[in-house]
């Protein structure tokens, strides 16, 4: 059965007075005067929305961007043994993968270290332009969309479990030794950054603009 479209009818929590706590998820009605108020539950600081959700969100992802060059540029894995030595970036290190017939790791490091971060910090970058310009458009597809790169962030640290576990096989061998690169550390904060701006960013944010779109209309 397809969901029914949305109508416009659908009212926020804010707009009812009502907000969760980020620690436990407890249910709290805001209080009619203005203030700070804690969770009945577990005494945290709730807030209607998250301080500063845009202004750090932004600021994460434009580190993770600014990152995300060095950690394709630089050689995230370094191997050496009597005959050569040399540097490999994530790219490279696919290739190689591939070409030795390990079909299954290149498309593993491929997927988790190109396409999910390309998505989460695309997906990011959508949801922040569409709440600055305050899109009433698709709020249902949004939130989907948040919950998408929530999900998909625990798996972004895949390439750097498949280098440290490289690291550790190949340095059983006497004649051969592997170093994680600068590109490794520039990939993990890429990974750190958008996990943390995933975690800053209010995805109520998409439903205020909704609800503002609604009082213009009446």
């Known amino acids: 059965?397809?969901?029914?479209?949305?109508?416009?009818?659908?009212?926020?929590?804010?707009?009812?007075?009502?907000?969760s706590c980020h620690a436990c998820g407890l249910l709290c009605r805001a209080p009619?005067?203005?203030?700070?108020?804690?969770c009945p539950r577990c005494h945290a600081d709730v807030h209607l929305?998250?301080?500063?959700?845009?202004?750090?969100?932004?600021?994460?992802?434009?580190?993770?961007?600014?990152?995300?060059?060095?950690?394709?540029?630089?050689?995230?894995?370094?191997?050496?043994?009597?005959?050569e030595s040399q540097g490999n970036t994530i790219m490279s290190g696919v290739v190689l993968?591939?070409?030795?017939?390990?079909?299954?790791?290149a498309a593993l490091i491929f997927i988790a270290s190109i396409v999910?971060?390309?998505?989460?910090?695309?997906?990011?970058?959508?949801?922040?332009?569409?709440v600055q310009r305050r899109s009433s458009k698709r709020p249902h597809q949004r939130t989907r969309?948040?919950?998408?790169?929530?999900?998909?962030?625990?798996?972004?640290?895949?390439?750097?479990?498949?280098?440290?576990?490289?690291?550790?096989?190949?340095?059983?061998?006497?004649?051969?030794?592997m170093q994680a690169g600068i590109g490794?550390?520039?990939?993990?904060?890429v990974v750190v950054l958008t996990m943390l701006a995933s975690k800053t960013f209010d995805p109520r944010l998409i439903w205020d603009s909704v609800d503002n779109a609604e009082e213009n209309d009446d």
């Open 49 to 83: 929305r998250k301080p500063g959700s845009l202004s750090r969100t932004w600021a994460l992802l434009i580190a993770a961007y600014i990152l995300y060059i060095p950690a394709n540029l630089f050689p995230i894995l370094y191997t050496s043994s009597v005959f």
């Open 145 to 177: 969309l948040y919950r998408l790169v929530e999900f998909i962030g625990r798996w972004s640290m895949l390439d750097v479990y498949v280098v440290a576990l490289s690291v550790a096989l190949v340095q059983i061998e006497a004649l051969a030794s």
């Open 32 to 38: 009619g005067h203005a203030g700070e108020l804690r």
């Open 97 to 105: 993968f591939w070409n030795g017939g390990s079909y299954f790791i």
């Open 184 to 189: 490794a550390a520039a990939f993990g904060a």
């Open 1 to 19: 059965m397809n969901p029914r479209p949305y109508t416009g009818t659908m009212r926020s929590a804010a707009s009812l007075g009502l907000l």
């Open 116 to 130: 999910v971060p390309l998505t989460k910090l695309f997906a990011l970058t959508l949801l922040l332009i569409s």
